[in-house]
């Protein structure tokens, strides 16, 4: 069974940094990706940034600059730097995994992940 345990979020001022952790336990072999997505109240999930299993990483626009995902392949863990942090940042955000194989177009979508974590909450204060 495939679980994904976030860790790492808290309240920030505007200009703020956070380190978000995602602790993987369940899988036999690497997963063909992993991404973390975030959630504003009133809002839909939006994919944030996405790293294959051969390193390669994809970011969304409003990520690009600011945020960095990772993963210590060792310790079975993937993170996502935040920093540059800005009110409209604030949201829950989560980590997602997918075994297999998907195509480019999936890699920020939420239907292409089916393993999902509870969440870490980011609130960043003008």
């Known amino acids: 069974q495939v679980q994904l345990v976030e860790s790492g979020g808290g309240s920030v001022q505007s200009g703020g940094s956070l380190r978000l952790s995602c602790s993987v336990s369940?899988?036999?072999?690497?997963?063909?990706?992993m991404a973390w997505f975030r959630q504003a109240p009133g809002k839909e999930r939006e994919g944030v940034a996405t790293?294959?299993?051969?390193?390669?990483?994809i970011y969304a626009d409003s990520a690009k600059d600011r945020f960095t995902i990772s993963q210590d392949n060792a310790e079975n863990t993937l993170y996502l730097q935040l920093n540059s942090l800005k009110p409209e940042d604030t949201a829950m955000y989560y980590c997602?995994?997918?075994?297999?194989?998907?195509?480019?177009?999936?890699?920020?979508?939420?239907?292409?992940?089916?393993?999902w974590g509870q969440g870490t909450q980011v609130t960043v204060s003008s």
């Open positions: 997602a995994a997918r075994r297999d194989w998907l195509p480019a177009r999936l890699w920020l979508d939420v239907s292409g992940y089916p393993y």
């Open positions: 790293i294959l299993n051969d390193g390669a990483t």
């Open positions: 369940g899988y036999t072999y690497s997963p063909y990706s």
